[in-house]
């Protein structure tokens, strides 16, 4: 099988610090993978470098083509879409106003349908559809980011740690919305530090360490190797 996205030999540095080292991963077709790792291990870096955000040497390969030289633009059109870390909403807009803008320039109708779209996702999100985004919850916001990212009908939907600062039962919501939606043929590329529920949902997962990833394989086979459940899911060593 040919992955959607595949990135290789993939760096990224500010000014002399190399982030992102030498980084090769896959998304395949409709199939979630996680990039795991710690606080500063190069998460972030690496989705800027591969939505064109942050300059990088490598290889990104989308679809069939070389899109490492394409603006950022570009790449939304073609079908990446990221929902950054921060959510970056506009606070004194709608929850609809804020989720139109992820269509720009598209027609009305094509607009309406895919708030239909969203709102059936995310049912939340349509009875707080006329108020402002700056006064939603924790978990609203991460729907609203969600959303606004699902209106440029992405194939591509790449998530930085969607569950930071939400309580578990809305982290367990987002991420099953995330399965949904690879079960309607989104692929998925997810960042998170919370290893136990990413590798829960993902196909695929890679461990990321100081800008290296240092380990990958299926989702469930990492969720058993004794160094993650160590390292990552506080299992005592002998305790698994
Ligand atoms: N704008 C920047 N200028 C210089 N160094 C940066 C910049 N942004 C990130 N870094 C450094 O690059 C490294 C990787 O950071 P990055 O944010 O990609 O990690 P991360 O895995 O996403 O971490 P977190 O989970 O905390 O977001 C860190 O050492 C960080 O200090």
């Known amino acids: 099988m040919t992955a959607l996205l595949s990135i290789d030999g993939l760096s990224v ?15 395949e077709r409709g199939r979630i993978a996680t990039v795991i790792g710690a606080n500063g291990a190069g ?5 800027a470098a591969i939505m064109g955000l942050l300059p990088g040497s490598g290889e990104i390969n989308f679809d069939g083509e070389d899109i490492a030289r394409v603006p950022a633009e570009e790449r939304v059109a073609r079908g990446i879409s990221l929902v950054p870390e921060q959510r970056d909403l506009f606070g004194t807009m709608s929850v609809e106003e804020n989720l139109e803008l992820g269509a720009f320039r598209r027609g009305r109708s094509e607009i309406a349908d895919r708030l239909d779209g969203v709102f059936a996702l995310f049912p939340r999100l349509k009875e707080r559809r006329r108020q402002d985004a700056g006064t939603l919850s924790g978990g609203e916001r991460q729907m609203l980011a969600m959303g606004r990212a699902l209106m440029a009908k992405p194939s591509v939907l790449m998530l930085d740690e969607p569950s930071l600062g939400l309580a578990p039962l809305i982290v367990r919501d987002i991420l099953r919305t995330v399965s949904e939606l690879r079960d309607k043929g989104v692929s998925v590329l997810l960042v998170e530090q919370n290893a136990r529920a990413a590798l829960a949902i993902a196909d695929h997962a890679y461990v990321m360490e100081l800008g290296e990833v ?14 993650i459940a160590e390292v990552y899911l506080g299992v005592a060593h002998g305790a698994a």
């Open 214 to 227: 240092t380990l990958q394989g299926p989702a469930s086979e990492l969720a058993a190797d004794p160094r």
């Open 43 to 47: 998460k972030t870096t690496l989705l």
């Open 13 to 27: 540095s500010y000014g002399r610090v190399e982030a992102v080292r030498n980084v090769s991963l896959a998304v």
